[in-house]
């Protein structure tokens, strides 16, 4: 590419992500949907774990009354459970090596209805469901068999497979307040444009050195 050429339009953050995703999705060996997810301590101190993402965009559908956002499932006694519930701060991070390109989300988060979250946890393999509703999250676990005696102990329950969403397993919605691509470019001159928020809808964007 050109080094006079932008690589990263203005245009609308959500767009933008779209398009990315879609190159993600056909060029990432696996998980193109995995996001590091910062949360903090109450001491203010860093916390780092990888999530899945399963929903974006500005307009998530009726389960998301139509708003905005970036949607991930977990545990809500887990650690970052409790950490999101004292600071819904976080930060998300996508690394894309197969296009060597960068996003940086930032924002709060706000509790999934429990609609989206029956209709994600629904739509889980039922084996995944067993798997959540037998794990007690970030808790110590005596052994390994623990947990498959539990896991096999809900499946003996359900035997159709039909395992209820537990009520502390739902989702989070991140409702980005700036949003940053980088992208890789010739001799490390590379390109950053960060989407801050307006608070009106729409968003100010500025190119950064890199
Ligand atoms: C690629 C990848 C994807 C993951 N996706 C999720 C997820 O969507 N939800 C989740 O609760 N944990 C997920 N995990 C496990 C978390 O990284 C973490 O171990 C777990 O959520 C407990 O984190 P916590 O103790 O900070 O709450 C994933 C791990 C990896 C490596």
Redesign the pocket.
Known sequence: MNQNQDAIPHGDPYAIFEDWFAQARLSEPN?PN?IALATATPDGLP?L????LKGHGADLGPDFDHQAGFV????FH????GELAANPHVALLFHWKSLRRQIRIEGPVVEVSPQAADAYFASRHPESRLGSAASD??RPLPSRQTYLDRVAAIRAQYPQGDVPRPAHWSGYRVIPSAIEFWQDRDYRLHERRRFVADGAGGWTSTLLYP
């Open positions: 998980d995995a916390s774990r990888m999530v899945l991930f499932y977990t545990n887990s650690r970052k459970g999250q970030s």
